[in-house]
């Protein structure tokens, strides 16, 4: 039930987040509304799941630390679709709804395939490094990530002509740093990515084929054309920002999946 | 008053529209004897700005002003102006001064308190007065204004802390770059608003300001002026792929900057954000590059919305300034009413000085041949000087109760008593 609840769930973020990537290349208004009605049925979802895993059921899908997640990022959600009645924050949606896909996304795997045998003892100093440098990795592309949301409040102001903040940076500051984090970032994930799959091979038939590798997959592909393309040819903006910040949910739910395995 | 002004303002109509209205300088003249010319005007004046077009104009009655306005204006480049007539406005009489003397006074200009409108009017009323459709009335209330609105920048605080659209430019591009230091400016066209934009941005810490203009020889005198660099306007892609930052004033009456132009630069740029801040009207860029990634594009319209906070600051100083315009609109008030009946003031001071020299004459001729030139210059001047305190509490009445109900009725009775003819009742009228 739970695991089903998570997976619609986590279906309805997908979609909100894509309606407000949508919203954010054009501008237009009705992406943006689409987008808070998949994430209000997203929150609905997932009350429903929480209300499952904490009252409902006899033997609780999810361990404890994943419960608390689960409760965390519904709280984010209620907060967000309440705040939207107060006050408008046109981000909020494009911030909320692509995290909440990431990590309900995570919770529904985890949910599906309860807990898996400890593994990451087989390689020893492999391992080590994997994990070693996925996570360096994966700590950067985080602030990356806040500057590349900093970068498209700002850019939002400015395209719609609407008062900035004092607290907000310019829009080439935040958008040089997100980079520079990126570019530090990406070598560190490959190698982590890369020893992954060494391990991966190795280990073979042991471990076997999960999301959290389709998803490192993935997001190190996003991160390498992120590069590439700035490098070769100076691409930046706001739709380079967009794939940076898919980039990084991808990462994100890969990482959850690999610490709740 | 006989004022009537007609016309469409940055509150009014979206930059768009008032970019069809806008009458270029080199077509003020012919549009200014085209006005004078149809019935029912007399004097007139235009004032086209990037935020307003405006038609001032001395009007024998309104409602054939108003048509005649439409007319001139609507006709010019086939516009029908009845079909966007809620986008204009118009007033007249006292109205319509309180209106000129609060645009002189930057009281209602885009960014309140900006001083680059009063030199806007006094240019428009030069033009008005080259043309020749400046009469003695039109004269006296633009002479007003401008002292109103000197008085209004000097004793209020209105023009402390301008926030001009230099300084909005100045602080948008901030958003956009950490600083300003790196940054390449391209003015294109040798129009104020633009160079005092350039001027800013400038002093704000911009590396360096190129000027292309339509008149390179124009370009290179700005250029010199102030320090910057002359580009020919041949060189316009060149230039957008170059610089960070572009202000355009042309007086172009069709984009000069397309997208097309602007997406073939943004791989030479390496997609390099570009600032451009179109402050002509018409407008030099087409609308469709605020749409494309990395370009942010502001219009005079844009400004505005970001200047409104600065606009609020000011409010204190804006009403002292509008107190002061009140008080001028009084006077003015009281001027034009006193004009009503100057002809009697005229012709009673005229009948009685002539009775009071004849008088003088008849007697210095025969009883007091013996004086002296200088004895008879005396006697004159006290005669004229008796005859004007004797008239004085006369005139002061007759202008004190000039707005008064009864005033005609006074001026009758001052006639009678003065024994002035019926001719002066019509100058009255």
């Known amino acids: ?261 | 008053m006989r004022l009537f002004v007609f016309g469409m303002s940055h509150r009014s109509a979206p930059v768009s529209l008032r970019e069809s209205f806008a009458v270029a300088p080199d077509e003020m003249p012919d549009v200014l004897r085209a006005l004078v010319g149809e019935p029912g005007i007399s004097e007139a004046m235009l004032l086209s700005t990037c935020n307003r077009v405006e038609a001032y104009v001395v009007p024998d009655e309104e409602g054939q002003a108003r048509e005649a306005l439409t007319r001139v204006l609507g006709t010019r480049r086939g516009l029908d102006l009845r079909a966007v007539e809620a986008a204009t406005y118009a007033s007249s009489g006292r109205e319509a001064v309180h209106h000129l003397l609060r645009v002189a006074s930057s009281l209602d200009s885009m960014v309140v308190g900006e001083p680059q409108i009063l030199g806007q009017v006094k240019e428009a009323a030069h033009a008005a007065r080259s043309a020749g459709t400046v009469g003695p009335l039109l004269g006296r209330l633009l002479d007003r204004t401008f002292a109103t609105a000197k008085s209004v920048r000097t004793r209020t605080g209105i023009g402390e802390h301008v926030v001009s659209i230099g300084s909005v430019a100045v602080d948008l591009a901030r958003r956009i770059f950490k600083d300003l230091e790196d940054s390449r400016v391209l003015l294109v066209g040798a129009g104020k608003m633009g160079e005092a934009t350039a001027r800013s941005l400038k002093s704000a810490g911009a590396e360096r300001v190129y000027v292309a203009n339509r008149s390179y020889e124009r370009a290179v005198k700005l250029a010199e002026k102030h320090g910057w660099r002359a580009r020919a306007l041949t060189e316009l892609e060149e230039l957008f792929a170059e610089v960070d930052i572009v202000i355009t004033s042309t007086g172009a009456t069709r984009p000069i900057v397309d997208a097309a132009l602007v997406r073939r630069v943004i791989p030479r740029r390496k997609y390099r954000p570009l600032f451009i801040v179109d402050i002509a009207v018409p407008r030099d860029v087409a609308p469709e590059v605020g749409d494309i990634d990395t370009i942010y594009l502001y219009n005079v319209d844009d400004l505005e919305g970001v200047s409104r906070d600065a606009m609020m600051r000011r409010e204190k100083e804006a009403a002292a300034a509008e107190a002061l315009v009140r008080d001028e609109l009084e006077t003015l008030e009281r001027w034009y009413t006193e004009l009503a009946v100057q002809p009697t003031l005229a012709a009673i001071r005229q009948r009685a000085q002539g009775l009071a020299h004849a008088e003088v004459e008849r007697t210095l001729s025969k009883r007091l041949a013996h004086l002296t030139e200088a004895d008879r210059d005396a006697v004159t001047r006290m005669t004229e000087a008796l005859v004007a305190k004797l008239l004085h509490p006369t005139m002061t009445a007759l202008r004190s109760h000039a707005s008064d109900a009864a005033a005609t009725e006074l001026l009758a009775i001052a006639r009678l008593l003065h024994g002035v003819d019926e001719d002066h009742r019509e100058e009255d009228a």
């Open chain 1, 1 to 261: 039930m739970t695991s089903n609840l998570l997976t619609a769930a986590a279906a309805s973020f997908g979609l909100a987040a894509a309606s407000f990537m949508a919203w954010l290349v054009r501008y237009d208004e009705r992406w943006r509304a689409r987008g808070a009605w998949a994430t209000f049925l997203g929150t609905l979802l997932l009350l429903g799941a929480t209300v499952v895993e904490l009252l409902v059921a006899v033997t609780p899908a999810l361990p404890l630390g994943p419960r608390v997640l689960l409760l965390l990022i519904f709280g984010v959600c209620a907060v967000f679709l309440t705040s939207r009645l107060r006050r408008d924050l046109p981000l909020a949606g494009p911030v909320v709804a692509p995290l909440a896909a990431s990590i309900t996304f995570a919770l529904a795997v985890k949910a599906t395939r309860g807990s898996l045998p400890d593994s990451t003892t087989l390689m020893g100093a492999v391992t080590a490094l994997h994990i070693g440098a996925t996570l360096l990795g994966f700590l950067l592309f985080a602030p990356a990530y806040v500057f590349s949301v900093l970068f498209l409040d700002q850019e939002y102001r400015l395209r719609t002509k609407t008062r900035g903040s004092a607290l907000l940076p310019s829009l080439l500051g935040s958008e040089q740093l997100a980079w520079r984090l990126v570019f530090v970032g990406f070598p560190l994930y490959s190698v982590g990515v890369l020893l992954g799959f060494v391990w991966q091979e190795r280990a073979g038939p042991v471990s076997g084929w999960r999301p959290e590798h389709f998803l490192a997959a993935v997001s190190w592909g996003l991160y390498a054309y992120l590069t590439a393309r700035r490098l070769r040819t100076g691409w930046r903006g706001r739709r380079a920002a967009l794939v940076m910040q898919v980039a990084f949910v991808v990462t994100l739910a890969a990482v959850l999946l690999y610490v709740m395995r």
